[in-house]
């Protein structure tokens, strides 16, 4: 077993650029070129350089101002899922899924009594029961991704249709 921690390999065996795209995967909030090049072990040069890169190539978004800061480009990495869900199921089994997903969705509307989770109120939770608020948030957190799910899978059959549309193999 080597020495080297898992950090330390990391920045040996990636790439500058490579770094920097994995830390621009998880990143949801703008951060400044100063906080990447320091996560990725650069210079604020070269991390600039590679989140230009991946902001020309769609992954990255920039947001100007004093610093200029980046962040993950939600829609691109929505669109790899996408794609992704199609290259790998063919329409007919994505279908299902979306029929199972719609079934959650309507057994979580008549639990809550609501058409979706955000009508949802807590006023029939007690406020000093900690158990329940934490299982209702649980819940419709789970509701939300079931929703996110349906609209996810449901662009993924078109894609996957489109794509044999015009026989292009899936």
Same mark, same amino acid.
Request: proline residues 2%; negative net charge.
């Given at each position: 077993?080597?020495?080297?921690? !898992? ?7 990636? =790439? ?7 830390? #621009? &995967?998880? @990143? ?6 100063? @906080?990447?090049?320091?996560? !990725?072990?650069?210079?604020? =040069?070269?991390?600039? %350089? $590679?989140?230009?890169?991946? @902001?020309?190539? *769609? ?9 200029? $800061?980046?962040?993950? %480009? ?17 329409? =007919?089994?994505?279908?299902?899924? #979306? ?10 509307? /008549? ?6 989770? /955000?009508? &949802?109120? @807590? *006023?029939?939770?007690? &406020?000093?029961?900690?158990? !329940?608020?934490?299982?209702?948030? /649980? ?10 799910? #349906? ?8 894609? !996957? ?10």
């Amino acid at each position: 077993m080597s020495d080297q921690s !898992a950090a330390d390999r990391w920045g040996e065996e990636r =790439t500058t650029f490579q770094r920097v795209y994995d830390l #621009i &995967v998880g @990143t949801r909030e703008f951060e400044s070129v100063a @906080t990447f090049a320091e996560r !990725a072990d650069c210079s604020e =040069t070269a991390a600039r %350089n $590679a989140l230009e890169q991946l @902001t020309e190539m *769609g992954i990255a978004r920039r947001r100007e101002g004093r610093p200029v $800061a980046y962040r993950r %480009n939600d829609s691109y990495f929505r669109w790899k899922r996408v794609e992704s869900l199609a290259d790998e199921r063919d329409s =007919t089994e994505l279908r299902q899924r #979306i029929a199972d997903l719609v079934d959650r969705d309507a057994a979580f509307q /008549d639990r809550f009594g609501v058409p979706e989770p /955000d009508a &949802v109120g @807590t *006023g029939d939770v007690p &406020v000093d029961d900690g158990e !329940a608020l934490h299982e209702r948030w /649980d819940a419709l957190r789970e509701w939300r991704t079931v929703r996110r799910d #349906i609209r996810l899978l449901r662009d993924a059959v078109e894609r !996957a249709e489109s794509r044999s549309d015009d026989g292009v193999a899936a």
